[in-house]
């Protein structure tokens, strides 16, 4: 029974480390979710070995999802990683990329215990978001220069979203995602952000995946204020 219990074990790790959705409504794995669930030895195996190899575990609608834990070199992704899957140079540019992310986030949930409000968000709903939040939490870019101002600070990103034009010159360039333009950076953004599964675009909408809902309601709550409080943000704010 022991050795069953730890196959059925490494069947379910397997098959979440492989990127696979764990849930009852998923044919190829609703045999694996009902062993995870009704088999209390398989649910400790998992949950262990998630916990030494610094993975998270989130539950959401009847489904199983799997992510990297804070600082998981192994499967998780670094700021170096992310620069070269993005294709950016500067921390800067990578930094604006994770600030248009978290303001993805923002326009479906402000804190814990908001719940979606919205069933898609549409590019112009992140240009307008990025750009309000950055021009009410810095005053007066006139006096700074990028060389005034520390690379991960507000004021660093609301320079170089204040340089950028809101699409470049070329019109069949329009919705490329890039560097060039504040409409290339959140395309860039989500490209990523749907090559992980958590977006799905019809059209020019773009829609949260239960993946994408799993991991905000369960990790918001400690993690919500971080990249705002490391931006040089206030605490309280």
Same mark, same amino acid.
């Given at each position: 029974?022991?050795?069953?219990? +730890?196959?059925?074990a490494?069947?379910?790790?397997?098959?979440?480390?492989?990127g696979?959705?764990?849930?009852?409504s998923?044919?190829?794995?609703?045999?694996?979710?009902?062993?995870?669930y009704?088999n209390?030895?398989?649910?400790d195996i998992?949950t262990k070995?998630?916990?030494?190899?610094?993975l998270n575990?989130?539950?959401?609608?009847?489904?199983?999802?799997?992510?990297a *834990?804070?600082? $998981?070199?192994?499967?998780? !992704?670094?700021n170096? &990683?992310?620069?070269r899957?993005l294709?950016?140079r500067?921390?800067?540019?990578? !930094?604006m990329?994770y600030?248009?992310? !978290?303001?993805?986030?923002? +326009?479906?949930?402000?804190?814990s215990?908001?719940?979606?409000?919205?069933?898609?968000?549409? +590019?112009? &709903?992140?240009?307008?978001?990025?750009?309000?939040?950055?021009a009410?939490i810095t /005053?007066d870019?006139?006096?700074y220069s990028?060389s005034d101002?520390?690379?991960?600070?507000?004021?660093?990103?609301? +320079?170089?979203?204040?340089?950028?034009?809101?699409?470049?010159s070329?019109?069949?360039? /329009?919705?490329?995602?890039?560097r060039a333009s504040r409409? *290339? !950076?959140?395309?860039?953004?989500? $490209?990523?952000l749907?090559?992980?599964?958590?977006?799905?675009?019809?059209?020019d909408?773009?829609?949260p995946?239960?993946?994408?809902?799993a991991?905000?309601? $369960?990790?918001?709550?400690?993690y /919500?204020g971080?990249?705002?409080?490391v931006l040089? *943000?206030?605490?309280?704010?």
């Open positions: 029974m022991e050795q069953r219990n +730890l196959e059925k490494l069947d379910v790790y397997a098959a979440l480390i492989t696979q959705e764990i849930s009852r998923n044919p190829d794995t609703r045999d694996l979710y009902e062993e995870f009704a209390a030895a398989v649910y998992v070995m998630m916990k030494k190899l610094n575990l989130y539950e959401y609608q009847d489904a199983v999802y799997l992510t *834990g804070e600082g $998981n070199r192994v499967f998780g !992704y670094t170096d &990683d992310m620069k899957l294709g950016l500067l921390n800067r540019e990578l !930094y990329v600030f248009i992310m !978290y303001n993805f986030l923002l +326009l479906f949930y402000q804190d215990a908001s719940y979606q409000v919205k069933e898609y968000v549409r +590019l112009e &709903d992140i240009l307008e978001q990025v750009t309000t939040y950055l009410s /005053k870019l006139s006096v990028m101002v520390e690379a991960d600070s507000f004021k660093s990103l609301a +320079l170089l979203w204040d340089e950028l034009p809101l699409v470049t070329d019109e069949k360039d /329009k919705n490329r995602a890039s409409t *290339g !950076y959140v395309k860039l953004t989500f $490209n990523f749907q090559e992980q599964k958590l977006f799905i675009a019809v059209e909408r773009y829609y995946t239960d993946r994408f809902h991991i905000v309601e $369960n990790y918001f709550e400690e /919500k971080k990249i705002y409080k040089g *943000g206030e605490t309280n704010a």
